[in-house]
């Protein structure tokens, strides 16, 4: 069935912010771990990384602050520490105009946190990096032409195929992003300095929304 898609990155795309940088310093806030000791194990896997020319051990290293959570613990790192204040207040805009579309969240960040942005946001599809029990790299970062790959899966399955002309897709990063945003006819570059033929600039910001009651009234009303 031709479904018309909207496909978002999240870092930077719906949030101004490395999310998992945020959970870092999520982690800092509530003693989860030494700051000190975490800087010496990124110098050392970023070398070691660079040494066999393997980014994925720099990413293992990057994710496994997961593991010091729980799930309640991570799904309030989304849905109370995130947001609302890192979310971009013209996101919001451009999700709910599009309530007749499949939606799709797509990015490098861990599936273990990502996925409960649908407890805010009703996203048809989450499509993360997974983690293995031991909270490393399950099968590929979810990055570049692996999206294309998850997206195609996925759809395949259950059996939709993308209305190229009347969909769309946000990234930050051309140089990450287009291939996923090939898949789609508009295409848009959130807060980004790169100008490319078919790709549309958009300047968002974020708004740190003091009542959050007030803020789903005014957006989800």
Do not use: Q
């Amino acid at each position: 069935m031709k479904r018309k898609v909207v496909l978002y990155d999240f870092d930077k795309t719906v949030v101004d912010c490395e999310s998992i940088f945020k959970l870092y310093k999520y982690a800092l806030i509530h003693k989860k771990i030494n700051l000190f000791t975490t800087i010496l194990k990124f110098i050392y896997s970023f070398i070691l990384s660079k040494i066999k020319r393997n980014f994925k051990i720099m990413k293992n290293e990057m994710v496994s602050v997961i593991k010091y959570f729980s799930e309640d613990e991570l799904k309030a790192f989304v849905t109370e520490y995130l947001y609302p204040k890192y979310f971009f207040e013209e996101f919001y805009e451009e999700f709910n105009a599009h309530s007749d579309a499949i939606r799709v969240l797509c990015s490098a960040s861990a599936t273990n946190y990502l996925k409960y942005v649908a407890e805010i946001f009703p996203f048809d599809y989450i499509i993360g990096t997974d983690l293995d029990e031991n909270f490393k790299i399950l099968k590929e970062n979810n990055k570049k032409n692996i999206k294309v790959k998850n997206i195609k899966e996925i759809f395949e399955k259950e059996n939709i195929e993308i209305d190229y002309e009347n969909s769309r897709g946000y990234s930050d990063s051309y140089k990450d992003d287009k291939y996923m945003l090939s898949l789609v006819e508009k295409k848009f570059l959130i807060n980004s300095k790169v100008n490319k033929k078919g790709y549309k600039n958009l300047k968002w910001k974020r708004k740190n929304w003091g009542n959050t009651s007030a803020f789903l009234f005014i957006h989800f009303k």
